[in-house]
């Protein structure tokens, strides 16, 4: 779906070449510390920014190539800024911009936990419920047409759906059902899901693949367990860490 050939920025911010690909029914997230590139990164893939140097393909032509309205319905972006502008109700902010019936936006509500606040102004809301409106907005451009009312219990979707810090204003519930909702979608669907997350143990648990970012080089990817090594965590973060083994999965835990 989405192929980078040593792709990178040479001016500020920085992004070392890289080359990897993202494949449909991947969930890949992008770790690393505050300040590594993971949001600049995510410019990129996104096509809001073109590589200065290599390239980036998405579905087998240059991302340079493709017109923002051809994108836009088919690789979804909300990123640490996406906030609505304008006092919107959730469901008239959520359906801007696609034809996606009102029914099959509502599962999409329902998925993420927010249906009951459909009415509710958008400004008015708390910055988790807002967190989840943003990517309920995204979701509905990637859902895949025609989709009739009826069919909403088979609602589709494709495409490439890229999240930067999704988590961060989610309480502990709320986290595991965005993941648990992400990553079943990725699996049901030809949808491609590349998350920004802080929480190492979310990557973990999660994702089929890392990518681990720092001072804007990509110094790892792979699989959570290739990529999450504990000694190399703990000098990128300059944090001291360890496995915890008291959980059915290990957690990474900071030690006392
Ligand atoms: N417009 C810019 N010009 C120059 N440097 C920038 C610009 N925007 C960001 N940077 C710098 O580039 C580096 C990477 O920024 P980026 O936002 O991609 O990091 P990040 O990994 O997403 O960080 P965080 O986890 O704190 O959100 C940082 O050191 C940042 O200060």
């Known amino acids: 779906m989405l192929k980078l050939n040593q792709a990178g920025f040479v001016q500020p911010p920085q992004i070392q070449p890289l080359s990897g690909s993202i494949q449909p029914h991947q969930l890949v997230a992008i770790v690393g510390p505050n300040g590594a590139g993971k949001s600049t990164l995510l410019q990129m893939l996104s096509g809001f920014r073109a590589p200065e140097q290599g390239d980036v393909d998405f579905q087998g032509r240059p991302l340079a190539a493709w017109s923002s309205a051809e994108l836009a319905t088919q690789r979804a972006l909300v990123s640490q800024q996406s906030a609505p502008v304008f006092d919107w109700s959730v469901m008239d902010l959520v359906s801007l911009g696609h034809a996606v019936p009102r029914e099959v936006m509502l599962t999409i509500l329902h998925w993420l936990d927010i249906a009951h606040l459909q009415q509710r102004g958008v400004q008015r809301l708390s910055g988790g419920e807002r967190q989840r409106v943003m990517i309920a907005r995204a979701l509905g451009q990637l859902v895949t047409a025609p989709v009739t009312p009826c069919a ?30 992400l ?19 979310l990557a973990a648990r999660y994702a089929d693949q890392v990518w681990l970012l720092d001072q804007g080089q990509c110094l790892a990817m792979g699989s959570p367990a290739e990529v999450l090594d504990v000694e190399r965590l703990s000098q990128i973060y300059h944090a001291d860490l360890e496995w915890s083994h008291h959980a059915d999965a290990p957690l990474l835990a900071l030690k006392t």
């Open 152 to 181: 909403s219990s088979m609602l589709a979707l494709s495409g490439l759906l890229l999240l930067d810090e999704p988590t961060s204003a989610l309480d502990l519930g709320q986290q595991q059902r965005l993941m648990r909702c």
């Open 183 to 201: 990553r079943q979608l990725s699996q049901a669907q030809p949808l491609a899901v590349v998350c920004v997350l802080h929480d190492l143990n």
